[in-house]
Nanobody, 124 residues
Framework: QVQLVESGGGLVQAGGSLRLSCAAS????????LGWFRQAPGKEREVLSC????????FYSDFVKGRFTISRDNAKNTVYLQMNSLKPEDTAVYYC?????????????????WGQGTQVTVSS
């Protein structure tokens, strides 16, 4: 079965950095587009970034553009989210998602598979 497992979350001070990883298994990773989302307490889940399966085109939401970078390593079946200049408002549970569509998808309902999430807490 398909599994996505996030790691790399934790507690960091404002201005710090974290790199999240999402290791996938049970799917042909290179054929899937991937996305990162987050959900803060009391808020809806929101898209942060996505990357296509083929040419590596990316999308970033405005509130993370310039601070977060998505990348993928098809040899390791892993997608990453490098997060720099973290702010307290970045505190949330972060999720990765995969879609066989191949395109960079910004809508969570279009993703077939989800990880369990990893907590990121940014202290002020």
């Amino acid at each position: 079965q398909v599994q996505l497992v996030e790691s790399g979350g934790g507690l960091v001070q404002a201005g710090g950095s974290l790199r999240l990883s999402c290791a996938a298994s049970g799917l042909t990773f290179s054929g899937y587009s991937l996305g990162w989302f987050r959900q803060a307490p009391g808020k809806e889940r929101e898209v942060l970034s996505c990357i296509t399966s083929s040419d590596g085109d990316t999308f970033y939401s405005d509130f993370v553009k310039g601070r977060f970078t998505i990348s993928r390593d098809n040899a390791k079946n892993t997608v990453y989210l490098q997060m720099n200049s973290l702010k307290p408002e970045d505190t949330a549970v972060y999720y990765c998602a995969a879609s066989p569509d191949g395109y960079c998808l910004r809508v969570e309902s279009l993703y077939d598979y989800w990880g369990q999430g990893t907590q990121v807490t940014v202290s002020s």
